[in-house]
């Protein structure tokens, strides 16, 4: 049976959908889902168009709110930036919690994207991995 992982932000719409996608085309028996204290209700253009270019772009990605997933049992709640690890404490089960923070790519350029996808990918699977065993 697949794990459940939930990776929390502030938007919802750079970061934990990058990382979201990641989980779940790169770690086997995983199943990410993502969601925004403050949900911005959009995904980050640069973000979906890096997503498409590495082949792992879900039409089913998209912003929503902690209320959206409140009600999913997690094996992992994951705060990939310093405001959300602030209001994480309001997720009201007892489930591990790791964070691991990314400078925010939004109203940057595209390479900033890029940067972003490759430090989640090095940086915060293994932790996840290292976090389920």
Do not use: Q
């Amino acid at each position: 049976m697949d794990k459940k992982v939930l990776i929390l932000c502030t938007g919802n719409s750079c970061r934990s959908i990058i990382a979201e996608a990641l989980v779940n085309a790169e770690l086997e028996g995983l199943d990410a889902d993502s969601s925004g204290v403050k949900a911005s209700g959009k995904v980050n253009p640069n973000a979906k168009k890096l997503l498409e270019e590495k082949g792992i772009w879900k039409e089913e990605y998209h912003s929503k709110t902690l209320d959206s997933v409140i009600d999913n049992d997690y094996d992992l709640v994951v705060t990939v930036c310093d405001h959300a690890k602030e209001t994480c404490p309001m997720f009201p089960k007892p489930v591990p919690k790791i964070h691991v923070g990314f400078e925010d790519p939004d109203g940057k350029g595209y390479e900033a994207f890029e940067a972003t996808y490759n430090e989640i990918k090095e940086t915060l699977l293994p932790k996840i991995e290292e976090a389920l065993k």
